[in-house]
């Protein structure tokens, strides 16, 4: 009897063990530095932030790549002329587009406009999730001082009405860089962006007053971004918004 439960105890632990190493592949181990969970629902700032001002830290930064940053196995003169090709291939030489694009780069080396449009995509949906959560500090460290208060009032009057929106960000159909300017070594970048998202707002009764949750519409946004060039800071920061057509 007894070396028949001690089988059984081996079997149950050998289980046990087996269970345990399939679950930690799948959701791997904890370092202390895992970002939040994410929440995809978010909402686009609308009519209320159509009235601002126009004008994270962490993960939650676009970076412009500098020098020091090339990807592993690229060295400086290949990263330059990778940043060269992409900027041809985003606008056509000799245009205003082409030569501030290349100035920027002479200013930053290692900017890649392909790079940036990656980042500028994940705080597009950065940003408007922190909208519609009210996420404060997670704007704050995205936005410039005039648009931040802008989103902030659009934020506090949301709440004034005691409304709610209930938001899912599909995803993005187009960025593309539409304008740049380097001006006094300070580089801002216009991005024209489609995005679908599903929205509705509801009041504090649940109903809906604004919206549709079952339509998939399809918005275009204006954004600028701006940054130092030549400096540690890698941050760029949202100084500008407007819809577009």
Do not use: C
């Not at 930064?61 to 690229?74: E, H, K, N, T, Y």
């Not at 997670?138 to 938001?167: C, H, M, N, P, Q």
Request: zero cysteines; proline letters at 6%; aromatic letters at 6%.
């Amino acid at each position: 009897m007894s070396e028949i439960f001690d089988v059984t105890n081996i079997i149950i632990l050998v289980v046990a063990v087996v269970i345990f190493l399939r679950l930690r592949s799948v959701l791997g181990k904890r370092t202390g530095n895992e970002n939040p969970p994410y929440d995809p629902y978010s909402a686009q700032p609308g009519k209320d932030a159509q009235h601002a001002p126009q004008g994270q830290s962490g993960d939650n930064v676009i970076q412009l790549p500098g020098s020091a940053q090339q990807p592993a196995g690229v060295n400086a003169n290949e990263a330059q002329e990778l940043a060269e090709e992409a900027i041809d291939q985003m606008a056509p030489v000799n245009t205003p587009l082409n030569d501030n694009l290349r100035a920027i780069l002479a200013a930053e080396p290692g900017f890649n406009p392909k790079e940036f449009l990656q980042g500028a995509g994940a705080a597009y949906e950065m940003i408007v999730t922190a909208f519609a959560q009210g996420d404060r500090k997670t704007l704050k460290s995205l936005l410039s001082e005039d648009v931040y208060e802008g989103f902030v009032a659009a934020i506090e009057a949301r709440e004034a009405r005691k409304e709610r929106v209930d938001f899912t960000f599909i995803g993005i159909q187009k960025a593309s860089i539409s304008d740049a300017e380097l001006k006094d070594k300070v580089a801002q970048l216009t991005l024209k962006i489609k995005s679908q998202l599903i929205t509705a707002t509801r009041g504090p009764e649940g109903h809906i007053v604004e919206g549709d949750p079952t339509n998939v519409t399809e918005v275009t946004d204006i954004w600028t971004f701006s940054r130092e060039t030549g400096t540690p800071d890698p941050n760029w920061k949202l100084v500008a918004t407007e819809s577009g057509e």
